[in-house]
C-alpha cells in the first residue's frame, strides 16, 4: 500500500466510526563502528539496544476534556473541535509519516494501542502489525483505569487486547497504562489475561523481572525525558537540541554498555512525533546511531523474551506490595 492509499484508507476508516558521567566520543555516521566489548548482554553479541515506542492513541480520546496543547480548556461537555482535529493528525499523517521512517532504517518499533482507536482506524492498525511492528495494548479507551474495581480493570485491560487481536490478528503480550498510572492488581491481571510485560516502570535503563505471586513478569523500563510529550512538544521546540538529547543518552549509554547491559528507549505519540520537524530530526539521529553496527534496535515483546532467555543476566527485583511500597509489584 503506498502512502496516498494508507491515508486515504485510515481516513475513510475512521469517517465511518464515531470518532555517572562518561561520554562516548562522538562519531559521524559513516564512520566505522567499534567493536562489541561485551558480546553476551543482548542477541548476536550487540552491545547495547534501542527500541521505539510508537503510542497509537489518536481516535481513542474522549471528544470533550481530552490532554491537549491549547491553554484555555473546553466547557464541560462540549466537544473539542481543535483537540480533536490535532488527534486525527496522528492517524492521517502521524503514524504513517513514521512507519515510513522505520522502513527507510530498518527498524522494528512497539506500538501501544487504543482499543478504541484500533476500532475507528482498522486499516492503520493493519498496516502497523503488517510492516513487522508490534501490537501492545494501551487501554481499551484513552482514561485512567487504576481507579477502577479490579473485575473493571481486568475487562477494561482484556477488551484492548481482544480488539487489537480481532482486528490485527496480533495477540498483545505488552501493556502501557494510560499516563503509567495502574493499581495495585494490575500486574496480577496482566499474567493472568498472558501478559508477557509491561512498560510503565521508568526506574531502570535495562529490562528486569519482577516475580508476581511466584511466576517471572518482565519489566521493560519507560522513560518520561525521552518522552514527546515531556520534551516541549510544540511551543519552544528545538530540532536541533533533540537530535542533542537523543545522541548524548546514546553515548552515555554505549559507553556503560561495555560492562552492563544498557537500554535506549524513545517515546512517541502519533500526533507529536508524527508531524513533519519531528521525523525529520528524529531521521538526523537514527541515522547517527544506525552507524553503530553492535547496536540491537528491537521490539519490546523481543526484549522482554530475551530477557527470560538470559535469565542469569537479568536482574530479578523482588519487592514488597505495591501499596506498601510505592512501586509497580504485587498486591500483596
Known sequence: ????????????????LTSELVR??????SASPAPSTSGSFWPNGARMAVSLSLMFEAGGQPISGAGGF???????????????????????????????????HGIKLSSFMIGRAV????????????????AAAHGRTWENSYHLPPEQERQFIKDCADTIERVTGQRPVGWNAFYLRNS?????????????????????????ITPIRGKDFVTVPYTFHLNDLVLPP???????????????????????????????VIAMHDRVSGHAARVRALDRFLTYARGY??????????IARWALQTRTQTPVVERGPAGLTGLPGPSR
Open 1 to 16: 500500500m503506498n502512502r496516498r492509499s494508507f491515508l486515504a484508507a485510515g481516513v475513510t476508516a475512521a469517517a465511518t
Open 24 to 29: 562516548a566520543e562522538p562519531r559521524s555516521s
Open 70 to 104: 491549547l491553554a484555555e480548556p473546553i466547557l464541560a461537555g462540549l466537544p473539542d473541535l481543535p483537540t480533536n482535529a490535532l488527534f486525527a493528525y496522528g492517524y492521517t499523517e502521524g503514524i504513517p509519516r513514521v512507519l515510513d521512517l522505520m522502513d527507510k
Open 119 to 134: 476500532e475507528n482506524n482498522p486499516e492503520v492498525s493493519r498496516e502497523i502489525v503488517r510492516r513487522g511492528h508490534e
Open 184 to 208: 495495585v492488581h494490575t500486574l496480577e491481571i496482566l499474567q493472568d489475561l498472558g501478559f508477557l510485560y509491561h512498560i510503565d516502570d521508568p526506574s531502570r535503563d535495562e529490562p528486569f
Open 234 to 264: 510544540f511551543q519552544g521546540y528545538d530540532p536541533a537540541a533533540y537530535v542533542q538529547t537523543l545522541t548524548d543518552e546514546f553515548d552515555q549509554l554505549y559507553a556503560e554498555a561495555a560492562t552492563q547491559r544498557r537500554m535506549m
Open 293 to 302: 553496527k553492535d547496536v540491537w534496535f528491537a521490539r519490546k515483546d523481543e
